[in-house]
């Protein structure tokens, strides 16, 4: 009898795993392509290493995950799955850790909130590199 109701647990479970919602973090591509290259990726930016940053297409993952920022010795750029120790993040958001108090990219003065949202998700996801 309790073979019968472990198996009838173990199905209703199974059942139950197509509800769970979908992971919504983006793809580090997704983040590069759509965010990153089109906003900070041009020549006069991090496209040409402004700040000590180089976000071109074959380096942007290795330079921002993991590494060290030029402006912020000691600051991590990106620490996976800690958007809020991610100096990144203080840059985009004008949080506490940031330099100085220029939102990146300027001349805007930041992102729209919901590309904000999107890197924070990969990040907290593990900032992975698909």
Not at 31 to 50: Q, T
Not at 78 to 83: A, L, W
Not at 98 to 118: H, L, N, W, Y
Request: proline share 8%.
């Amino acid at each position: 009898m309790d073979e019968r109701i472990w198996v009838l647990a173990s199905i209703a479970l199974a059942g139950c795993a197509g509800d769970e919602p979908a992971d919504t973090a983006p793809t580090f591509t997704e983040v590069r392509d759509e965010i990153l290259l089109p906003s900070c990726g041009f020549s006069s930016c991090h496209g040409g290493g402004a700040g000590g940053l180089q976000l071109d297409e074959a380096s942007a993952y290795a330079n921002l995950v993991d590494a060290e920022s030029a402006a912020a010795p000691g600051s991590i750029l990106v620490v996976p799955g800690d958007p809020e120790d991610s100096y990144l993040m203080s840059k985009l958001e004008g949080g506490p850790m940031a330099v100085t108090d220029e939102r990146m990219p300027p001349p805007s003065g930041g992102f729209d909130p919901a590309k904000i949202d999107q890197i924070r998700a990969w990040i907290a996801a593990g900032a992975l590199d698909d």
